[in-house]
């Protein structure tokens, strides 16, 4: 049976570079977005292409309140396409950045990352949990920025922090149900991420690769394709760890 990926925040970026990745290692993909409709169906169309099934659902991750109708939408998505009750894999990605030192972060900066990387994952984990199958798996993205400190990143660290105690939680009590859940910590890379600053800030840029044992930052295409090995069964005795794919930045 072809498994289900379902990716959040996948319009773009990270999320674009993965979904297309597990599309390649022979899955279907289900992808969110939350304003970048027709970016999303962009990458429908690609993955189409590939000759995958993809759908795009629209989801805000930082609104909790959203999450039992989206999985009820979820629910009636993969009856519809699929005939199928569950799907195999989540990978949580989606987020944000934002850059502030201690002193100056406010309130609203910092709850809005706990509400999309922290509070978001929780919830929305706990939402889809009676449609991911048994033996599946689950990805959460963190930063290679809970490892490595850099000025500015506190909170957004932190929350990632977070997220990476969340994964190993959430391995030990779905592991009754075969569902390994694992951490990928990815390093500085160029995307639109905090308004593309690593890909279009030069000193941002040669700050994170000076940084870096391989001498750069990194690209979507170090990140998406590692993701799509993880999920496939030759991993299937990794689990609740935090692997970091950064190219030895600050070592």
């Given at each position: 049976m072809t498994k289900i990926t379902l990716i959040t925040g996948a319009s773009r970026?990270?999320?674009?570079?993965a979904a297309l990745s597990n599309a390649r290692h022979g899955r279907d993909i289900i992808l969110t977005y939350r304003n970048r409709a027709e970016d999303a169906q962009a990458v429908v169309a690609e993955i189409n292409a590939l000759g995958r099934k993809a759908l795009a659902l629209q989801l805000d991750t930082g609104t909790v309140a959203g999450f039992p109708a989206f999985a009820e939408r979820l629910r009636s998505?993969?009856?519809?396409?699929?005939?199928?009750?569950?799907?195999?894999?989540?990978?949580n990605n989606a987020g944000h950045g934002d850059y502030a030192l201690i002193e100056q972060t406010t309130e609203a900066q910092f709850d809005s990352l706990v509400n999309v990387h922290f509070k978001g994952v929780f919830f929305l984990t706990q939402a889809l949990l009676p449609l991911i199958a048994d033996g599946g798996r689950i990805v959460n993205l963190s930063s290679g920025l809970t490892r490595v400190s850099a000025p500015g990143w506190a909170a957004y660290?932190?929350?990632k922090g977070a997220v990476e105690v969340l994964s190993v939680y959430m391995a030990k009590e779905l592991g009754s149900?075969?569902?390994?859940?694992?951490t990928v910590a990815p390093?500085?890379?160029e995307t639109d991420f905090f308004g593309g600053a690593v890909r279009d800030t030069p000193e941002f840029?040669?700050?994170?690769a000076?940084?870096?044992?391989?001498?750069?930052?990194?690209?979507?295409?170090?990140?998406?394709?590692?993701?799509?090995?993880?999920?496939?069964?030759?991993?299937?005795?990794?689990?609740?760890q935090r692997i970091e794919v950064s190219g030895g930045q600050g070592i």
């Open positions: 970026g990270l999320g674009r570079n998505a993969l009856r519809d396409t699929w005939q199928r009750e569950t799907f195999d894999h989540l990978v660290a932190a929350v149900r075969g569902i390994a859940v694992n390093g500085a890379i840029n040669k700050f994170f000076d940084m870096t044992a391989l001498g750069r930052v990194g690209l979507p295409d170090d990140i998406g394709p590692m993701i799509a090995s993880l999920l496939s069964e030759d991993n299937r005795w990794i689990n609740a």
